[in-house]
């Protein structure tokens, strides 16, 4: 007999772990970080959405007699869960003491990470994968990585790096076309060669999986703590009498669903009763008729397993189409991470109308087998079992214990379809199932049309199939169908059915009548066939230093990151890694969840007298003054009276512990009563609700007196969408009282230590030589963390200093996306007068921007938006006008090339407007109004060393765009339901701030008697590379290899009232002043070299020191002299000018919106670059993340201000699947740029404007498929391009059968 267990036995990185009362309510991700304190495992949503998380799982199948392993996210997986297992994480792959594995050294050296923060996750997903197979194939590579969302890269490295252990991955790197541009340029080619430890990886061997976990997998278990118990039964009559004995059990499988109502409080106690290993649920057999599949088999399990089935079926047979269509619904089910967790029972019995494999289940007419102690029972999938969102017809007392699947009759075909936001691990906008069975003539016999994610559960349709039914599957009754598809999906839904779903699930049909179609040969037609795949590849040319270059010299090499290591083993402390003090506190704020309203009381008794909480934070405990901003003090710390968002701060309940806090906090009960609100530009605009911005005159014509004197004028609006940063570290702060002369140091997330020292400052009523604020890196920031981070750090630090003991505060990512705002939407209004031959001539435009309900920086980024409007085309008269409306939204802030992209991409719009009025093409009308050397702008600036023309050129010919403008032409007139489109755009960006004190750097070199030397200076590390860049500079300034010196933090001890990091502005101030201080230790050694010139570096400092010189030294940087007056709307508000061109190339499907960049090639024009390899970094991630702007990332607010996304499961990033299938990025050569640190130029910005091209392309596309309509005329296209706004672009007539005989 079996014996029960009490103690929970696995093993973490070959460590045995003994629990005795685990809880069962404690995710390994908790346990990890809080319990091992190994936090290399990250926790960047904590919702299974980003796989920052991912760790390997290995256990023994007794059936197989093997060892397996998975990558799972440990956020969704219950540590209960784990009895038997053996936990790999980070740090058991590779560590700086005992050395880097290959996939880490690989990453690295494929400059495969920047901020690191999802690092760790990338490392575990392709650990696993080598476990599981010796060479990969490029797809499963790819496959592997959509669930591991990565802000910084654009993934193209990652790839580079990884595919080094996939098959073919050598061969590929012989392709590469070196030489490309002369002997001194290198085409390369990260890391290659270098991985002698690859193997390691590979062999099973390195996983040491221990013995006596071999038997553990099939006892039973009974684990109790507190209010909770978990059980594991082993059979389904032990199940049956555990859910009769406990009271309030729960059924729990792989839990990735009940982890998250166990997170959010849904359920507070009870009995889990785990199933995974109960002998009747784990069984899959098949027999002519059908599938049976038991619910505990994981769903990657299921797909296993339905592929061995497809084959015995001879490659799915002609009754085994509903196999291949469940492996489809099954391949774009959420991600790896989560097959491998999560199980068909659970999938099944969450009845989620967007489920992907319950669509086809339905549509199949499969069938439950259920249990409970009345006996058996079988049920069809149907609306009948599915009854509601969420709830099933089975009775609390009853088990789903298999699911039985027919196979189709012959004759039929069965396919699945799938729209979503995006491609790779992302819930379905809509998807269906559909199956026709086809008689001896080929006229229908049967059609099923199942839908999910359009009513509350699955369901097929019951009219449609009627109106086939004995028809032939010809156009005609396409037409029919779709008339009643349309009005089944308006009746069943009750009207709320959008077009776009209408359209999409005609789209649908369509492609599966060609499907048939093509399969009875009456046609070949493969234009509605979904978008082609290819793995995706990328090249990068740049100029290598000169042969000559001393080897010590850094500056110009390609470099990894001097914390690549650290990063790269989850080693490197991030905020929420640094230990808990231990009297440390935790402070939760709480969020007013009304737009505007008045607070009529604040009910905080429940709140304080429950469990560990210790105080009580709002206004009238603030110390200092309670108003905090940059330039204007207008955002309460704690609300006073009124709140005026969704996601203000009103007060916060300090605790013991995170989970008090939590719990606390949610007690706290505030009355209001609501006042009107504003929650749109549209809505503003109507009630006059603006902040005091006066547009700062730029005198430059007035257009008004110029249009009437233009061939064409024509008016117009665009507008483009909010942008959620989404840095993958949470926001949060660790403030520590010194509690000796009001001393307190805060560690936060900002990019802006000095204004987090200024805000404390005025918050806290102390000085600011009291206030150290310490950044060791930021996990990206990307201008979010500059001005929000009172936000941050504000609530703690009062609570710090009001009780003497240390305070931590981490915003989980939902709080993040609803408290701290986003890139400005604009809404853009603009009139463009022009000549015939396409010769802009006036333009003048009015900007309206949500800037939320506090000014913060909106402001700053309307001038920005005024000063880059231009764009890269000389326009003779320009006029334009900000207005910055006031919205009850958070406060919106500043994001990676504020207001320039947002302008750029008005001034694209209008030249595509352009061109389309005069009938030329869009590059013969770029390139004729582009600026030239020597060309002044619209405030007066004259552009010199100006490789815009230059950028341009290369990058027409090495894309060959003519060539492949006729391609895509050939193509669209081939497609009728696929599109291409082509098209390259320039790009000027203006870096420098208008105001000139901000450009400004500082820096501190300490040198060391042992020689080495430590630098401190006023940026951030957030990925960028600039403590290795400045570790680069000070190697050439002071003649010593990058080996002696250390950058460890950046704090405002060291260097004093710095400028912010960000504006692409970093390497220049920081770099200029690195080299001011190294020049001034450069002078004082000059004598010491003299008199011992053949002395080394630490005889020269030796020497010093006993001549009592100083070995330290300050730098100031201070690049440019522009300024702006902003009352005369005169002078030079740039330092330089970054250029570029891309060539962008995509594909959509008319039919559902679905799109495909299929290739990028950049050339842009950085001066000489500090660390190409870097710098190249930048350019992929900020095109990658400007892509996602371009496209697929949409925020909505609700009418009652609520922020209508979460996290990363409904706000999307692009994922590896998204970016460009070919990219490549040629940085200019001999293009050096003066007055800037050793000729470089800032890059962080510059190339997230290039990915305007994807709006580019895309708009030609629909324009092809608007020609094909008859629409010739020019169209005003917004961004985001989500699939529903490409496809409502496209006039797709759908097929009706109004005139069918
Ligand atoms: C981040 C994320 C992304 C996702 N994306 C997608 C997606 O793109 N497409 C998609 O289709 N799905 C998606 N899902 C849903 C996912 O498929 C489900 O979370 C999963 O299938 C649930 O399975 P589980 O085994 O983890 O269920 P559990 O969490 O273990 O159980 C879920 C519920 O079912 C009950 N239950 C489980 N088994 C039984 C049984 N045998 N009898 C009776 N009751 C039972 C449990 O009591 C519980 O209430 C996503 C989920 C997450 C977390
Ligand atoms: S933290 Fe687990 S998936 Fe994001
Ligand atoms: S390196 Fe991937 S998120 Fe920063």
């Not at 993934?155 to 002369?182: L, S, T, W």
């Not at 009219?463 to 598809?485: F, H, M, Q, R, W």
């Not at 989980?812 to 802009?840: C, E, I, M, N, V």
């Amino acid at each position: 007999m079996e014996k029960t267990r009490d103690t929970l036995v696995f093993y973490v990185n070959q460590q045995k772990i003994v629990e005795n009362r685990p809880d069962p309510t404690t995710t390994l991700l908790q346990y990890l970080r809080r319990h091992l304190k190994l936090t290399g495992t990250k926790n960047a949503c904590n919702q299974g959405g980003c796989g920052s998380c991912t760790v390997m799982l290995s256990w023994w199948d007794k059936a197989e007699q093997q060892i397996k392993h998975s990558n799972v996210n440990a956020c969704l997986v219950l540590v209960c869960h784990l009895h038997g297992y053996a936990v790999t994480t980070v740090e058991g792959v590779g560590s700086t003491r005992k050395g880097l594995s290959g996939i880490q050294t690989s990453l690295m050296e494929s400059f495969g990470l920047q901020c690191g923060f999802c690092t760790p996750g990338m490392v575990m997903t392709m650990h696993s994968l080598l476990q599981q197979t010796a060479e990969p194939s490029q797809e499963s590579l790819e496959m592997a990585l959509e669930g591991n969302i990565c802000r910084c890269t654009g993934y193209r490295p990652i790839v580079d790096a990884f595919q080094n252990f996939c098959k073919k991955g050598c061969e590929k790197r012989g392709q590469c076309d070196k030489g490309d541009i002369e002997d001194l340029c290198q085409l390369t080619i990260n890391g290659s060669g270098k991985h002698e430890n690859i193997d390691d990886d590979k062999l099973e061997g390195k996983i040491r999986f221990p013995k006596e976990l071999k038997d553990q997998g099939t006892e039973k278990l009974v684990f109790r703590s507190g209010d909770w118990s978990w059980l594991r039964p082993v059979t389904i009559q032990e199940v049956l009498s555990l859910m009769d004995k406990e009271p309030n059990s729960h059924i729990v499988m792989g839990g990735t669903n009940l982890v998250g109502k166990l997170k959010s409080n849904t359920i507070t106690k009870g009995t889990l009763i785990s199933c995974k290993n109960v002998q009747e649920m784990t069984i899959f057999k098949h027999n002519e008729d059908g599938i049976e599949m038991g619910a505990a088999l994981t769903l990657t399990n299921v797909a296993e397993r339905l592929k061995a089935c497809n084959l015995s079926l001879n490659g799915g047979g002609i009754r085994g189409h509903v196999v291949t269509a469940m492996l489809e619904s099954l391949r774009w089910l959420a991600c790896q991470q989560i097959r491998n967790q999560a199980t068909l029972g659970g999938h099944v019995m969450i009845s989620d109308p967007r489920s992907d494999l319950c669509v086809v289940l339905v549509a199949a007419g499969a069938r439950a087998v259920v249990i409970s102690k009345s006996g058996h029972r079988e049920v069809e999938l149907n609306n009948q079992f599915f009854t509601s969102n969420g709830k099933t017809s089975l009775a609390p007392t009853e088990v789903l214990v298999s699911v039985k699947v027919p196979f189709n009759p012959v004759n039929t075909h069965v396919a699945y379809y799938k729209q979503a936001s995006r491609k790779g691990f992302s819930y379905a906008l809509l998807n269906g199932c559909f199956s026709a069975s086809l008689d001896g003539r080929g006229s229908f016999r049967n059609l099923d049309l199942c839908f999910g994610t359009v009513f509350e559960t699955t369901r097929k349709l019951t009219k449609c199939p009627s109106i086939a039914n004995g028809n032939y599957p010809d156009d005609s009754t396409l037409g029919l169908v779709c008339d009643e598809l349309k009005r089944e999906l308006q009746a069943e839904s009750n009207g709320t059915v959008s077009s776009y779903k209408q359209n999409l699930a005609c789209g649908f049909v369509i492609k599966f009548w060609r499907e048939i179609q093509n399969k009875l040969n009456h046609n070949k037609r493969a234009d509605a066939n979904g978008l082609t795949w290819k793995p995706c590849e990328g090249q990068q040319v740049f100029q290598a230093p000169s042969p000559g270059q001393p080897a010590h010299d850094a500056v110009g090499r390609s470099i990894p990151l001097v914390s690549a290591p650290a990063l790269v083993t989850g080693q490197a402390m991030f905020l929420d890694d640094m230990p808990r003090f231990e009297n440390e506190l935790y402070v939760q704020p709480v969020f007013s969840t009304r737009a505007h309203a008045r607070i009529l009381s604040i009910d905080k008794s429940v709140a304080m007298a429950s469990p560990g909480v210790v105080d009580f934070l709002d206004a009238s405990t603030v110390p200092g003054e309670n108003k905090w901003g940059l330039f204007a003090q207008d955002e309460p710390l704690f609300a006073e009276n009124e709140v005026f968002c969704v996601g203000q701060v009103v007060c916060a309940i300090v605790a013991t512990s995170e989970h008090y806090a939590k719990t606390a906090a949610d007690l706290v009960k505030i009355m209001y009563l609501d006042l009107p609100n504003i929650t749109t530009m549209e809505e503003a605009i109507a009630a006059d609700s603006y902040f005091d911005y006066t547009s700062h005159p730029i005198d430059c014509g007035d257009p008004d007196k110029q249009f009437p004197l233009c061939d064409f004028v024509k008016e117009g609006q665009v507008r483009s969408g909010f942008q959620e940063h989404f840095y993958l570290e949470p926001s949060g702060a660790v403030v520590v009282p010194k509690n000796e002369l009001g001393e307190i140091e805060i560690f936060t997330t900002s990019q802006a230590p000095t204004f987090c020292q200024t805000s404390a400052s005025q918050i806290l009523g102390i000085p600011r030589n009291r206030i150290v604020v310490r950044q060791k890196r930021l996990g990206g920031g990307f201008g979010g963390r500059e001005y929000r981070t009172p936000l941050m750090f504000g609530a703690a630090a009062v609570a710090a200093q009001r009780l003497g003991k240390p305070v931590r505060m981490i915003m989980d990512r939902k709080t993040d996306f609803q408290t701290t705002g986003k890139r400005h939407p604009f809404l853009s209004k603009y009139k463009a007068g022009f000549r015939y031959d396409g010769t802009l001539e006036a333009v003048s435009i009015h900007f309206y921007i949500n800037a939320g309900y506090t000014l913060d920086v909106s402001a700053a980024i309307m001038d920005n938006a005024c000063f880059n409007v231009d764009a890269a085309y000389k326009t003779p008269v320009f006029s334009v006008y900000g207005h910055v409306c006031k919205t009850n939204t958070p406060s919106n802030t500043s994001m990676r090339a504020f207001g320039a992209a947002e302008a750029v991409f008005v001034m694209e719009a209008i030249m595509c407007t352009v061109a389309d009025t005069v009938g030329l093409d869009q590059e013969y009308v770029r390139q004729l109004n582009m600026y030239k050397e020597g060309s002044i702008n619209h405030y007066k600036r004259k552009l010199e060393n100006c490789m815009l023309q230059r950028c341009w050129r290369d990058c027409i010919t090495q894309s060959k765009f003519e060539e492949r403008s006729k391609a895509v032409s050939l193509y669209n007139s081939q497609n009728k339901f696929k599109k291409k489109g082509i098209a390259v755009m320039p790009l000027k960006f203006g870096v420098g701030y208008p105001v000139r004190h901000l450009n400004q750097g500082a820096a501190l070199v300490n040198i060391y008697l042992d020689g080495s030397i430590t630098i401190a200076h006023g940026g951030v590390e957030m990925g960028q590379g600039l403590h290795t860049k400045m570790i680069q500079v000070a190697s050439r300034a002071l003649e010593v290899p990058i080996e002696n010196i250390h950058i460890s933090e950046t704090g405002t001890n060291t260097c004093p009232n710095t400028t912010s990091t960000a504006a692409s502005l970093s390497s220049d101030i920081n770099g200029a002043a690195v080299l001011d201080a190294c020049n001034k230790i450069n002078n004082r050694l000059r004598p010491y070299k003299q008199k011992i010139p053949t002395g080394q570096w630490t005889d020269w400092v030796n020497a010093a020191y006993m001549d009592r010189v100083s070995l330290s030294a300050t730098g100031i940087g201070r690049p440019g002299n522009q300024h702006w007056d902003f009352e005369k709307g005169v002078g030079n508000p740039v330092h330089y000018y970054t250029f570029g061109a891309a060539c962008t190339e995509v594909e959509i499907d008319c039919l559902t919106g679905e799109h495909q960049v299929l290739d990028t090639e950049i050339v842009i024009d950085i001066g000489n670059s500090l660390n190409p390899s870097l710098d190249v970094g930048q350019i992929e991630g900020g095109f990658v993340q400007g892509y996602g702007w371009v496209t697929m990332e949409e925020l909505k607010f609700s009418s009652k201000g609520e922020t209508l996304a979460c996290g990363p499961v409904d706000y999307k990033l692009p994922g590896i699947r998204n970016i460009p299938r070919r990219m490549k990025v040629s940085i200019l050569k001999d293009c050096p740029n003066k007055g800037t640190v050793y000729s470089s130029k800032g890059v962080g910005e510059p190339p997230l404007l290039l990915a305007i091209s994807v709006y580019i392309a895309m708009r030609k596309a629909i324009q092809a498929c608007r020609a094909d309509a008859g629409l010739t005329d020019a169209f005003d296209l917004d961004i985001p391009l989500t699939a529903e706004n490409i496809r409502m672009a496209c006039p797709i007539e759908i097929p009706t059968g109004k005139f069918a005989s």
